[in-house]
T-cell receptor
Framework: AQKVTQAQTEISVVEKEDVTLDCVYETRDTTYYLFWYKQPPSGELVFLIRRNSFDEQNEISGRYSWNFQKSTSSFNFTITASQVVDSAVYFCALSENNFNKFYFGSGTKLNVKP | DGGITQSPKYLFRKEGQNVTLSCEQNLNHDAMYWYRQDPGQGLRLIYYSQIVNDFQKGDIAEGYSVSREKKESFPLTVTSAQKNPTAFYLC??????????????FGPGTRLLVL
């Protein structure tokens, strides 16, 4: 079974629309960490956020916000007023077992059209 | 500037040939990782290293080898035993492997193609 599921393979929006990328994870650990990365066409993964399992507060950073809900094992990522530069593949990842091995989802490709 | 460098950006391999991908970091991180990414898929762990002169197999180590002679360097060799090597290879590092809280930082990647 997949530990991290990103069910949306590809999403297309028009610039200035809001868009939410879904991430559902599976773990039996009580202590774990969740991450989001952005992979632009150049290929390098860019770190966006890290969240630990004990902190369910939503986080906002500029146009980006994250909604962590342990009850549904989800860690969703919302981009408000999307821009063309947001076009990329976004990966969600899980780290558990007190060990820094990451389980990556298969990624969601976001296309933002002008 | 601190970061991770990978070279070359593109690499071509002939049948039966071993090729080596370079990964260097100046972040003073103890842990380093190699991942493979295939189109439309997430990243899969090939090898990781917690400290100099130590490394462990990941999920898809067959056909690959690594070394860790220096803290800054973690080269990956794709051997002729790897029958399907065409992929995008990403190197990463983190402060340590112990503890699930450490963020992994990634290099720009190397795209390997088979001729």
């Amino acid at each position: 079974a997949q530990k991290v599921t990103q069910a949306q393979t590809e999403i297309s929006v028009v610039e200035k629309e809001d868009v939410t990328l879904d991430c559902v994870y599976e773990t039996r650990d009580t202590t774990y960490y969740l991450f989001w990365y952005k992979q632009p066409p150049s290929g390098e993964l860019v770190f966006l956020i890290r969240r630990n399992s004990f902190d369910e507060q939503n986080e906002i950073s500029g146009r980006y916000s994250w909604n962590f809900q342990k009850s549904t094992s989800s860690f969703n990522f919302t981009i408000t007023a999307s821009q063309v530069v947001d076009s990329a593949v976004y990966f969600c990842a899980l780290s558990e077992n007190n060990f820094n091995k990451f389980y990556f989802g298969s990624g969601t490709k976001l296309n933002v059209k002008p | 500037d601190g970061g991770i460098t990978q070279s070359p950006k593109y690499l071509f391999r002939k049948e039966g040939q071993n090729v080596t991908l370079s990964c260097e970091q100046n972040l003073n991180h103890d842990a380093m990782y190699w991942y493979r990414q295939d189109p439309g898929q997430g990243l899969r762990l090939i090898y990781y290293s917690q400290i100099v002169n130590d490394f462990q197999k990941g999920d898809i180590a067959e056909g690959y080898s690594v070394s860790r002679e220096k803290k800054e360097s973690f080269p990956l060799t794709v051997t002729s035993a790897q029958k399907n090597p065409t992929a995008f290879y990403l190197c990463a590092s983190s402060i340590s492997v112990a503890g699930s809280q450490e963020t992994q930082y990634f290099g720009p990647g190397t795209r390997l193609l088979v001729l």
